[in-house]
């Protein structure tokens, strides 16, 4: 008798543990459910669950980004939640619902699309969505986050890029091109971006007159990171010959390796063209200047030719660039321009000059 006495309090107290632990449990899972609702109503990125077509929750971002109370959302019929999607996002929007209704429930899907807020305004917002169950049935849980504002901003400089008037491309160190916009296209020769992008497969043999120039830019960009109008000449698409400046950077990963090349591509061959034209106008000046201080003084002809062929094989010898080279084989040609300024009688003069006939030719230095 006293033992069975003692096996019923021992159920007692077994039982009334069994309450207490019960109770704990529930306690905490009362208090875990507060602590993640209290988590989704603070979060700034809009939360909902959608069961059967209705809303079963929503928190108050989604609120915010849709203009639409949370008591509202919750009292929309079946399929109400439709009213939010833009009218060119339907088809799109309820194509990916019906590929997840057939595809793998594990996958999380993200999507890029537009909404209807309850004030009428246009919002583009970025959502993810995955199936899972809630409350023993299937329910889609949805975040979305509100990128108007990004957007917009890519919307201004997808505009920019689109409408420059010079080229704008990326390529890669191999000689592929990326991307480009359509002033580059054109610059080429090319109807289109995605036709430029096609037919040229390999930059340095297809675009450049001189495939080696290919070599030296990239070798620039490498060791220095940018360059900035680098002129070279280009074949367009149907063969003619123009001068582009190129101001391009390299796009570097975190262990230094050349990611990609992006740059501008300016056409200036009518530049280059009227440059050459003025250097032939302005060497044919020259050429007649020279003659006339010749013909002045005979005596010393060949003299200034001479002079400029020295002049240019030492500049060449010492280094000096392309433009200072020019520079002075022009100069010298013309060093006795001052000649000019002293009278032909006493340049030409078969007898020996006087003192002050001397000074006179001296002057012509300064002259």
């Known amino acids: 008798m006293k033992k069975k006495s003692e096996e019923v309090s021992n159920n007692k107290i077994e039982a009334k543990n069994t309450a207490k632990m019960d ?73 990916q619902v019906r590929k997840k209704q057939t595809g793998d429930p594990n996958i999380v899907l993200h999507h890029t699309w537009r909404i209807i807020t309850k004030s009428g305004e246009t919002k583009w917002v ?85 495939p080696a120039e290919r070599t030296k830019f990239t070798a620039l960009l490498e060791q220095h990171g940018f360059t900035r109008n680098h002129e070279v000449r280009f074949y367009k698409n149907n063969g003619d010959i123009i001068w582009v400046s190129l101001t391009t950077r390299a796009v570097f990963n975190e262990k230094e390796k050349v990611l990609y090349f992006e740059g501008i591509v300016a056409d200036i061959t009518d530049r ?25 003084d005979p005596y010393t002809a060949g003299h200034q030719r001479r002079v400029s062929d020295l002049a240019r094989a030492m500049a060449t010898e010492m280094g000096l660039s392309h433009d200072r080279v020019e520079g002075l084989r022009v100069a010298a040609i013309i060093h006795d321009i001052g000649k000019l300024s002293v009278p032909a009688e006493i340049l030409s003069k078969p007898t020996k000059l006087t003192k002050i006939e001397f000074s006179l030719i001296k002057t012509h230095s300064q002259s």
């Not at 299937?138 to 010079?166: G, L, S």
């Open 272 to 296: 280059k063209e009227s440059i050459e034209r003025l250097r032939n106008a302005l060497g044919g000046t020259i050429h007649a200047i020279a003659s006339i201080v010749e013909t002045r």
């Open 126 to 210: 970025e959502s993810f969505s995955k199936t899972a169950l809630f409350e023993d049935s299937p329910a889609d849980f949805v975040m979305i986050i509100d990128i108007t504002e990004r957007k917009q901003a890519e919307e201004k400089y997808r505009n920019i890029f689109e409408n420059a008037q010079e080229g704008i491309y990326q390529s890669t160190p191999e000689g592929k091109f990326i991307m480009a916009n359509q002033s580059m296209a054109r610059i080429l020769g090319y109807d289109s971006p995605e036709d430029l992008v096609a037919s040229i497969t390999d930059i340095a043999n297809q675009l450049y007159v001189d």
């Open 23 to 95: 109770k704990r449990a529930e306690d905490g899972l009362k208090e875990s459910d507060e602590l993640y609702r209290l988590l989704a109503d603070q979060s700034i990125m809009g939360m909902h669950i959608i069961q059967d077509g209705c809303i079963k929750y929503a928190n108050r971002a989604t609120a915010l980004i849709t203009g639409y109370s949370i008591e509202e959302m919750m009292n929309w019929e079946h399929d109400g939640y439709s009213i939010l999607l833009h009218p060119d996002e339907s088809s799109f929007v309820m194509e």
